[in-house]
């Protein structure tokens, strides 16, 4: 602190970001309700199904309500075999509604989230289960 004053000065540190609402785990599962991942792949398969576990916290905004999670994007991995070709994704919850679309690229598959969809808020210490569907499967 400088002498005389209520001054506090500090040298350059490095960045740093608040986490209002922290993931504690991401997992692939083999099921999730009735959903079930799928054994082989074929047009309308499950190829995947993500686990997401909000952490528990006790964050609040300004007004002191909770604050929620919201998935904005998802990105996976692609491999497939030489041959064989997946037209597009569906991603959704697997107890919702919402079904968002991703085209495999570079071999990856990204799920943008946009407008003001429920399915990929999360509350606190809520786990949630995503179903991966593939569509316009060549092999």
């Known amino acids: 602190m400088d002498a005389g004053t209520s001054t506090l000065t500090s040298g350059v540190s490095k960045d740093f970001y608040v986490v209002p609402v922290a993931i504690s785990n991401v997992d692939f599962v083999n099921s999730a309700g009735s959903a079930l991942k799928s054994t082989t792949l074929a047009t309308d398969s499950n190829v995947a199904i993500l686990r997401v576990t909000a952490d528990t916290w006790a964050n ?5 309500g909770d604050l929620d999670l919201k ?17 597009s994704y569906e991603i959704y919850k697997a107890d919702g509604n919402e079904v968002y ?15 003001s969809t429920e399915d990929f808020v999360l509350e606190e210490g809520e786990v949630a289960d995503f ?4 569509k316009g499967v060549t092999l």
């Open 131 to 134: 179903v991966v569907e593939a």
């Open 101 to 115: 679309v991703g085209a495999p690229s570079g071999g990856q598959i990204v799920f943008t989230v946009s407008g």
């Open 60 to 64: 609040t905004d300004s007004g002191g």
């Open 71 to 87: 998935i904005m994007t998802i990105t996976l991995d692609e491999s497939l075999g030489s041959a064989t070709t997946v037209g």
